[in-house]
């Protein structure tokens, strides 16, 4: 038999390259309060509580109520990605990968924004006339998820408790209320009664293992949310927040109204495919964006420690 005979195996490829699983894109911008922003940082302003003072008699003096100001800063920032297909391998190659580079790129621009995202809901902000003042998102504005006797997983009390703490902050309830679980916090309200019984709510769990709203919550399941790495304990049985350590290590749930999360966006995300003379005439795939988020107000994000 010829030794050569190896060269004439046929070498069979896919027409087509499959991208490996992945989060396509952003899944919690369509949830957050968006503004396009010119410079590198701005201002934010906001108009606190307003209060009524009686009038105690006939011809008194108009009252003098100062209005309480406040703002919040966003510093925006550049985030890149490239790379380049070289023109020997667009020759050995059925497809040109051009455009699935470009998938790729937006996607991971897209989670990108996510991160962003939950790093501000539960990081510092930054207020004050000049910016300058950290604003540390405080024990209040989070519930560790109980069931009444033990510390516990994402459940339908937590959400309760959750729900009790943006309603006592008299946050609108027209203002859509959204929230960011993980698969585990998925798996575990779909264990709940509650949840998937139609008799009490309609939802894609019924049919799909899914769910889209309940409790007044939008639902965006994402593996990005964060785990609790800062030193604090959580009551089994109020959910009450404090300092120690039992909550180290327990996922960062987040729950939110719409407007008291916000993504700031220099340049959304811009894609370029060009030959580049000085890499042989290569194409390059090239993304970038410039994106920045804070949280505008403490009262309207909740942390569910899960």
Sequence with gaps: MSQQITTARVQQYKAEIMHLSQQKGSRLQAGVRTETQVGKTAFYDRLGEAVA?????????TPQIDSEHSR???????????????KEDLRRLMENPSGKYAE???????????DTIIAAADGSAYGGEDGSSIIAHPNSQKYAANDGSSLSGLNVRTLRGVK??????????SISRHAAINAAGLENLLGETQV?????????????????????????RLER??????????????????????LI????????????????????????????????????V?????????????EKVVIALT
Excluded: C
């Excluded at 800063?73 to 070289?86: F, N, P, Q, T």
């Excluded at 769990?205 to 639902?219: K, P």
């Excluded at 949310?225 to 039992?246: E, F, K, N, P």
């Excluded at 970038?288 to 107000?297: D, F, K």
């Design 196 to 220: 998937t019984s139609s008799d009490f709510n309609t939802v894609k769990a019924l049919v799909q293992g899914e769910i889209n709203t309940y409790m007044g919550f939008n639902f965006h």
């Design 72 to 86: 919040r800063r966003v510093s925006l920032k550049d985030y890149v990605w490239a790379d380049l297909i070289d």
């Design 104 to 114: 790729a790129a937006a996607w991971a621009m897209g989670r990108r924004k996510d």
């Design 249 to 284: 290590g327990k996922t960062r749930s987040i729950f939110w109204a719409m407007d008291g999360m916000l993504l700031a966006t220099a340049a959304d995300i811009e894609v370029r495919i060009e030959d580049r003379p000085d890499k042989n005439y290569a194409t390059q």
């Design 225 to 246: 949310v964060l785990a609790q790495v800062d030193a604090l304990s959580g009551s089994a049985t109020t959910g009450a927040v404090g300092s120690g350590s039992s």
């Design 164 to 173: 009790r703490i943006l309603d006592g902050n008299d946050v609108d309830e």
């Design 286 to 298: 090239f993304a970038s964006m410039g994106i920045g988020a804070t949280r505008l107000e403490e």
């Design 53 to 61: 003072v009686e009038k105690v008699s006939r011809h008194s003096d």
